[in-house]
């Protein structure tokens, strides 16, 4: 395997698990009055951990040398949520 088959297959993986991740999300269901607000602030933090990992990715000069691979198509889809 070469350096850049390994970096897809790396995003490959990656990106099937965040789109597990959405998945599961938009299928979340309802407890009650009581956890509903809690899951929904795990899963916000859950969400801005990533986000804010991929930000960092982007901007570090660490990865620089593989940002034009756009191996990243998928986790940019992950919304910054505020």
Not at 18 to 34: A, H, T
């Amino acid at each position: 395997m070469t350096l850049q088959e390994a970096i897809n297959r790396a995003a490959e993986l990656c990106n099937e698990e965040v789109r597990k991740f959405m998945d599961l999300e938009s299928r979340r269901p309802s407890f009650d009055s009581v956890t509903d607000p809690k899951l929904q602030h795990y899963v916000l933090g859950l969400r801005s951990w990533m986000r804010g990992y991929i930000d960092w990715a982007l901007e570090t000069e660490r990865y620089q040398p593989y940002q034009k691979t756009n191996n990243f198509q998928i986790l940019h889809e992950l919304p910054i949520l505020v």
